[in-house]
């Protein structure tokens, strides 16, 4: 159990900055059980473990303990411009790595980083991507993720030639997946109305893991 305890309460960034145009409202304010998305996962979110949100310069109601990183890169250009702010401060407080969590999932966010130490064992965990796919397609998730402060260079100058996307990115990295339950991808990610609909109901379903 050695991996998963010393890389217990890294940093938890938490991505709600998008424009969330498909959805009509952002996506952190959606209403769940009584309280909004990002209320929802900060609560939810072990009391040990940092908090960073990514809210290209948005400020949001009950916050709480969770504390603000302004993007890399004006005007929202994309997770990985929220990322690498991340890492380096995850560096300069001595972490060894983030894991990284869009906030348009009901998936509670200690569920998703115990799955994801499930790689922790593995050489690429300090020096890759770890990130959660799809057990029956595969489809990754790269926003469900860990990611070592050993990328924040190469991030940099990723970003500095102009690069933005996040496949791409993965393209060039040591990734390992680990497979995520057929049962959560019902309530892993929305982006619109319709399918936030679909979700809360199969919410229902799931209380152990929403």
Known sequence: MAGVTAARY???????????????????????????????LIKQTHPNRPVWLAAAGQIYPDTGRAYYLNDALPERQGPLAAILPALKQAHRQGEAGIYVLACDTLLRPEVVIELLSEGSYQPFWQQGITLLADADSGRPHPLMSHWPVALRHDL???????????????????????GMPDAWQAVSNFNTPADFEHAVAAAKALPEVV
């Open 10 to 40: 890294e940093p938890l960034l938490i991505l709600c900055g998008g424009l969330s145009s498909r959805m009509g409202t952002p996506k952190a304010l959606l209403p769940f059980d009584g309280v909004s998305l990002i209320h929802k």
């Open 156 to 178: 940099q100058t990723y970003l500095t030639q102009g690069k933005r996307k996040v496949t791409a990115w993965l393209d060039t990295q040591l990734c390992q997946t680990i």
